[in-house]
């Protein structure tokens, strides 16, 4: 066995992140640990493993954060409503790692000051209403919230209306105000597997699907196939009549039978209906399907865990209950919000957020908790949806918000553990516990499920102290202990003098534009900014009214893996769930930009622009909001702004 991988000195780039170079790792390499999934958890899986000095790779189906890490409400909290279910342990693990995720990624995790309105009549709040808020907010407290430097307190209603100008002043008596965190759950993701490849040596690479596991003569799980998607969704031409194209696909694989293993795996066990999130159904070419040997393997696949179980327990073990929410974006003119607000929903028991986008004009709500036994690979967002939003917000504002209003939606599902005894429908998922799990099977493939954004840390820890349990001997004790409590992120080193006004000057670039860059790419500012270069105008928005520049779409081809408009204009920025209209009417020009990059011709990144806008209006269309929302068309006027 070759030697593990020695530990990386912090900022120095000692691995690769890019695309082909990693395929070919993949296909020719050796790993102590495969990690299946490149949602949060996978993510924190192989920084963690890596950092211990593991030998890493990570795969994933679609892009990284495609599943559930992108659909998320983008707190990092410990989540008040769980001091409500008695989970106290949750609380204070997700708080604590709340503290540890403010440390080690200050560029993308930020303070967020949250209200809760108190309403009542004649000017009294319920008693019973506010005592139970004032109880649940000083065990939050004392949970460890306080660690973010600033305790709850009680708010007057003008201090409330001075946050969130429409709330219906007939009701509103007062307010709570308290502290937690926000992250771009995609980017998150994106900057841990980043640090995991580039600081620490894993492999990882999108786009690439496990559809077998590879076993040795005594039955034990020592790899997997892997098949090598197709890379951009494209709308059928007299040309390519399938639609799904993989001219331009993955580098293909040198080895596509892969290195002959001591271990001897036979013939991998196949899911039986693989499907790819990038809109694209058709299957990969036989050559792109190769073997990847690692002594461990690890299923990080969120909501599709038991299908990879499936695969080696040959038997599908119905352990999880998907529960989907929904989130909408919507003007900040039509909901003026400069912080974060907790709603009650008229009779549920439960409350939903509104949340400020920090770089521009819009605010979120969300979200919905429903079971869903739909399509794991389609949790759309439905009408019903909308309105069950839109009706809660317009429970406690004077202006009315209405489905026109709705700029840009999306959907998730969270891999919730089924409730012990199987598959109920009949509980509450908001009800289910946001606890994780770490499992080995006989075969000894690593199962982690469950959890949240938040934890995702604890639960990489706890996955890869299993996975060095089952090691044994051939991990080396010195690569036992975990480092992420303390490990820094890509872009956090640094970043200190980036956050000072002169440093905006000094790249010639108003002080917001600035430090919102600084705030997607931490320490790596320069090096974006630097491929403007002589190019002004890769200064200008990538998508009108947002604030991600042109030469954002540059450096997502170049440094962060992106291979496709939905990479780019879904995940690395976040245009097509703010502004979806108006990213649908941008994408044919993104897709010119990045056509030199990805080297397609200007036919390919036209069709794949067409079926990228048509995917983006679809999902409008089934939420009931047609082509687009009356206020986008009304913002996208020259002149105006929302
Ligand atoms: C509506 C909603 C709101 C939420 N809000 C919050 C919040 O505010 N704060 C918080 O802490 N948590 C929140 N959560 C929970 C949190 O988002 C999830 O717990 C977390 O994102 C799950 O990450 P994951 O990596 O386990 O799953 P995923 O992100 O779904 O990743 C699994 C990945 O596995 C890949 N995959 C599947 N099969 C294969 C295969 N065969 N081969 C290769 N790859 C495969 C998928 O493509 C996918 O990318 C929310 C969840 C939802 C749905």
Known sequence: MPPAVPDSAPGVARGTFNRGEAMKRLVDDEFDVLVIGGGITGA?????????GLRTALVERSDFATGTSSKSSKMVHGGIRYLQQRDFRLV??????????????????????????????????????????????????????????????????????????????DRLVAGFWYYDAWADDARLTLSIVRTAALDHG??????????????????????????????AATVPSPTNPTGPSSSTGPTSP??????????????????????????????????GAFEVRARVVVNATGVWADDVRALDEERHPHSLRPAKGIHVTVPRSKLPADIAAVIPVPKDR???????????????????????DGPLDDPACLPEDVDYLIGAVNGSVSDPLSRDDVTGLWAGLRPLLAPSGGHHLSERTADLSRRHSVRSSAGGLVTVTGGKLTTYRRMAEDTVDEVVRLLGSAAPSGLRRCRTPRLRLRGAEGLAALLEPRAARAHGLDEDV????????????????????????????????????????????????????????????????????????????????????????????ASEAKAFAEQVLGELDRAGLGAGSSAERRSAQPGRTT
């Not at 924190?44 to 211990?52: E, F, N, P, Q």
């Not at 892969?258 to 196949?270: K, R």
């Not at 979120?364 to 869903?372: L, P, V």
């Not at 190019?535 to 450096?555: F, K, S, T, Y």
């Open 44 to 52: 924190g899986v192989a920084l963690d493993a890596a950092s211990r």
């Open 92 to 169: 204070y693990e997700s708080l604590h790692e709340r503290q540890r995720l403010l440390e080690n990624a200050p560029h993308l995790v930020s303070p967020l000051p949250f209200l809760i309105p108190l309403f009542g009549r004649n000017g009294v709040v319920q008693k019973n209403v506010a005592r139970a808020y004032s109880v649940a907010l000083w065990l939050y407290d004392v949970t460890g919230g306080w660690r973010i430097g600033k305790r709850h307190r009680r708010v007057g209603a003008a201090e409330a209306l001075s946050h969130l100008p429409t709330l219906r002043t």
């Open 202 to 231: 894993a492999v990882a690479v999108n786009y690439t699907e496990v559809d077998g596991l590879l076993r040795d003569s005594s039955g034990r799980v020592r790899g997997a196939r892997v098949r090598a998607l197709p890379l």
């Open 254 to 287: 040198t080895n596509p039978t892969g290195p002959s293993s001591s271990t001897g795996p036979t013939s991998p066990t196949s899911l039986t209906s693989p499907t790819s999130q990038t809109g694209s159904s058709s299957p990969a070419s036989p050559t």
């Open 350 to 372: 439960r409350s939903i957020f509104v949340v400020p986008w920090a770089d521009g004009e819009d605010v979120y709500i969300g979200t919905t908790d429903t079971a869903w």
């Open 514 to 605: 600035f430090s919102a860059l600084v705030r997607r790419h931490g320490s790596e500012t320069p090096a974006v900014l630097e491929l403007a270069s002589g190019r002004p105008d890769l200064l200008q928005p990538l998508v009108p009214g947002l604030a991600q520049l042109r030469v954002e779409a540059i450096w997502a081809a170049r440094e962060e893996m992106a291979v496709t408009l939905d990479d780019v204009l879904s995940r690395r920025t976040r245009s097509s769930i703010r502004r979806a209209a108006a990213t649908g009417e941008a994408a044919g020009d993104v897709a010119e930009l990045l056509a030199g990059e990805w080297g397609r011709s200007s036919t390919e990144v």
